[in-house]
């Protein structure tokens, strides 16, 4: 058929992505919630057929949960069936038309008609999708077959020839007595000439028969006929993305539901572009398809003026072919079953071919042939997705799950927004200019931006000290040498992410010496001819230090100058403080309160906040966690995963700065063992019904054939000590306290403050941590409880006495009120009474180890 015939569509019907459901209920009291939640929610427009309500009081029933489950913004429209005369009589017949808010079908009004032959059968429903105006029939014909004929030649057909068509319904009858029936007979067939000529008057055609020319499918209860259909216009039906499809085992629901979905080739999102798959690279042509672009584009290297255009053209050339090539091998694989399925479609079209014991004989062999190659490939197909399971069961556990709710149908749009000045704006044009004002607004105006030359004046002093050496300048400017692509490729692991030229590791290994070639001089050119970095890029989360007020107050006006400088914006409503000093009355608003912590890098923090209210706040998330993923994790190897990637990791992260506890470790392990036996997520809950696994065996390593789960409590301390080691390294091992790292100054200076004026946080590393001195040190204010739990872990895991080798020099020990004088340790308890004001006065002085007394 020409295109000619058919006008041009608008540009609206042609971007639907259009999701369309018919559904014969049999009775739609019984089966409305799963349709409305699970069918009507995920779909643009639902037909109903048989809704046979008894009364016009469920009728309303029905449209009260539909206006509730779409916010009153979804429409319902109902052709009543015919209701009995007698209460105990079923009804008959009845339709309803669904369309969700996000259908792109606006102003739907239905049709009303007062044919009786069509009452409680027909429902007609106009809507408008752009310029175009769509028809939505919803049919339920007769099941007398003498009554059929009739009732199609009664259905509309006078409608302008620009109206388009969509009709779902129970037609009871078949189109094809060969493919849309078991055992063809003349009830089945009834009425289909009636039918056929209203679908020729209004262009209508089968969509699922014109994509599936010889699969055989049934939709009837018993399934032996396909008696339910969706039909569209035929300039519908040429849009290569609607495709037709059955949806069966419908609870409720003895008929198979039509659909027509969107599938999209061009817009297929998580795939990401046609990768060659490895068994086609197997093949000797594709290795020849390869060196041949590869050594024409070498040939031809000293003349391209572009060498990344020439790089992108070839790299494009070999995907084409290699795609042309997969295409070939694919048609070659689909051949014989394609000449079977010909072969039978011209034997169906003999008359009389079920007469012939011949020809019956022969496409009973042909079928037994097709059977055999689907079988061959099913097999295939199933051995490749064992492999590609067991390989991606390694990486990652997404195989073991399964969204708890359909998709929905599109994303929520924004229904209003406040703007500048406080208004709050509906329509579109209002929305967008908002949104466009409040993201223009994060950077400064261009004719304000300064010029390069003076942010580089700006930022040249802050850098000075952390410039890159002159070695290190001439490292970072080397070539890249094509032994280095070449060991690159050599060493990389199959199905690995690809490189910058998105092609698979697979395609490189097959030619490394001439991809390293190519490597080097598209990585040289580019290096040598353009700018690597082109611009300035500017954290939108920062965290900086100060030393006390004065420091502050010149570190926002640094940032304030750089944003001045750069064209960036300052949110100073989000600025926030935290100190554990007195502060001058200018900075409160910015001050963070104990009562209001904020999260810095993930952790909760404010000032003397308590292990416990940073643990509930940790712990309500995982948990939270957890009721979420115990809905989309099926299997006990997808709940370990979980746990292992997901849940705890976060969770450690954030309790690696909260002292370890028992009773809340313990309630970390009730909720890890409610969350893999599928029970409700309550860990003060002790009690539980039968598990199938028991505790040890979960807790225990996976080499003795345990889950790899970790008691809580372990590897909490675990976490503690990480940080231990961590912390005391930091401002242990730097010579000076200038060269101490700027995280841990904060911790730094607190301990300093704290210990004052007994020496320096370095010299509270070699006390000893069972002394009455240091067990009163703990108790200090200004000692938060997670600086006192890092501590009694350190003076559990240092490895001497006092924390330095036995062969350092005695009069480097820190005096502290004498409790550490040489041979007096065992004295202190009589004598620290008389000695500790005289030690407080010499170490006021600076006097707090031997050889200041030496010197």
Not at 95 to 116: C, G, M, Q, Y
Not at 648 to 654: A, E, I, K, R, S
Not at 798 to 807: D, E, H, L
Request: proline fraction near 7%; hydrophobic fraction near 40%.
């Amino acid at each position: 058929m020409s295109h000619d015939h058919f006008p041009a569509l608008p540009s609206e019907l042609v971007d639907w992505d259009p999701q369309i459901i018919s559904l014969n209920t049999n009775g739609f009291s019984n089966s409305h919630r799963y349709i409305l939640q699970k069918l009507s929610s995920t779909h643009d427009v639902t037909f109903v057929q048989e809704t046979r309500f008894r009364a016009p009081s469920l009728q309303d029933k029905v449209s009260y949960h539909w206006q509730r489950l779409t916010n009153h913004d979804g429409v319902v429209f109902f052709e009543p069936p015919l209701y009995p005369l007698e209460p105990t009589s079923p009804a008959t017949g009845g339709l309803a038309t669904l369309l969700h808010p996000h259908s792109p079908l606006k102003n739907a009004v239905d049709i009303p008609h007062d044919n009786p032959i069509l009452r409680g059968r027909y429902l007609q429903v106009r809507c408008v999708l752009g310029p175009a105006t769509i028809v939505l029939h919803n049919v339920y014909a007769p099941i007398s077959w003498s009554e059929r004929a009739r009732f199609f030649d009664e259905l509309p057909r006078d409608f302008p020839p620009h109206f388009l068509h969509i009709v779902g319904g129970d037609f009871n009858c078949t189109l094809n007595k060969d493919l849309d029936s078991l055992n063809p007979s003349a009830a089945t067939m009834a009425g289909t000439d009636a039918l056929l000529t209203w679908m020729r008057d209004l262009s209508i055609v089968d969509l699922f028969r014109q994509q599936n020319p010889l699969r055989k499918t049934f939709t009837s209860p018993k399934l032996i006929n396909r008696l339910d259909y969706i039909f569209c216009s035929s300039s519908l039906a040429r849009l290569a993305h609607w495709k037709a499809a059955h949806l069966p085992h419908i609870p409720h629901a003895d008929h198979v539901a039509c659909r027509i979905i969107a599938q999209r080739q061009t817009t297929r999102h998580g795939s990401g572009s046609w990768k060659a798959p490895p068994w086609l690279l197997r093949l000797p042509r594709a290795a020849t398809i390869i060196h041949g672009c590869l050594d024409r584009f070498l040939a031809k290297s000293n003349g391209f003026h572009n060498v990344g255009k020439a790089y992108d053209i070839l790299v494009t050339d070999i995907r084409q072919q290699l795609k042309l090539f997969h295409d070939e091998q694919l048609d070659k694989q689909r051949l014989p079953l394609k000449k079977l399925a010909l072969e039978i479609a011209a034997l169906l079209q003999v008359p009389n071919m079920r007469q012939d014991p011949v020809l019956v004989d022969r496409v009973r062999d042909l079928q037994q042939q097709i059977r055999h190659l689907h079988d061959q490939q099913k097999k295939f197909l199933q051995e490749q997705a064992f492999q590609l399971h067991l390989y991606k069961a390694e990486r990652s556990s997404r195989f073991h799950f399964s969204s708890p709710i359909p998709t929905p149908l599109r994303k929520t749009v924004f229904k209003e927004l406040e703007d500048a000045n406080g208004n709050l704006v509906s329509d579109q044009t209002g929305v967008s200019n908002t949104l466009v004002d409040y993201y223009s607004d994060l950077f400064a105006a261009p004719e304000l931006r300064a010029s390069d030359d003076d942010l580089s004046a700006f930022l040249g002093p802050l850098t000075r000290d952390t410039q890159l050496s002159v070695q290190a300048q001439q490292e970072l400017a080397a070539p890249l040498l094509a032994n280095e692509f070449y060991h690159a490729i050599r060493h990389s692991s199959s199905n690995s992410a690809p490189g910058p030229n998105a092609l698979p590791f697979e395609v490189l290994k097959l030619a490394p010496h001439k991809w390293s070639l190519v490597l080097e001089l598209v990585f040289t050119k580019q290096l040598h001819a353009n700018r690597v970095h082109t611009g300035s890029f500017f954290a939108d989360d920062s965290q900086l230090y100060a030393v006390n007020e004065k420091s502050l107050h010149r570190q926002l006006a640094l940032v304030q100058g750089f944003c001045d400088k750069s064209g960036f914006r300052l949110n100073v409503d989000k600025t926030q403080v935290l100190t554990y000093c007195q502060a001058s009355p200018c900075l409160a608003p910015l001050l963070v309160a104990t009562d209001s912590p904020t999260k810095a890098l993930g952790i909760l923090v404010a000032p003397h906040l308590t292990p416990k209210a940073r643990f509930s706040y940790v712990f309500d998330k995982f948990i939270a966690r957890l009721a979420l993923w115990c809905y989309k994790a099926r299997t006990l190897a997808g709940k370990v995963a979980i746990l292992h990637s997901i849940c705890l990791p976060v969770m450690w992260y954030q309790l690696s700065f909260v002292p370890a506890d028992k009773a809340c470790a313990k309630l970390i392990d009730n909720a890890m063992l409610q969350f893999l036996h599928g029970e409700d997520i309550n860990p003060s809950n002790n009690t539980h019904g039968l598990r199938l696994i028991k505790k040890d065996l979960v807790f225990m390593s996976k080499h003795t054939g345990g889950l790899g789960l970790h008691h809580a409590l372990k590897l909490w301390q675990q976490h503690n000590r990480a940080v231990m080691i961590r912390c005391v390294k930091a401002f242990a091992v730097p010579s000076s306290k200038s060269a101490i790292p700027s995280w841990i100054t904060p911790g730094y200076a607190l301990l300093e403050k704290a210990f004052h004026p007994w020496g320096s946080p370095r010299d509270l590393l070699l006390a000893q941590g069972t002394s009455p001195f240091m067990k009163q040190f703990m108790k200090h204010p200004g000692i938060t409880p997670m600086w006192t739990s890092l501590l009694s872990e350190w003076f559990t895991s240092r490895w001497t006495m006092f924390g330095f080798p036995s062969n350092a020099p005695s009069w480097t020990v820190p005096l502290w009120h004498n409790a550490f004088l040489p041979g007096l340790e065992n004295l202190y308890d009589h004598c620290s009474a008389s000695s500790q004001p005289q030690a407080r006065t010499l170490a006021s002085l600076g006097l707090t180890q031997v050889s200041h007394f030496l010197t």
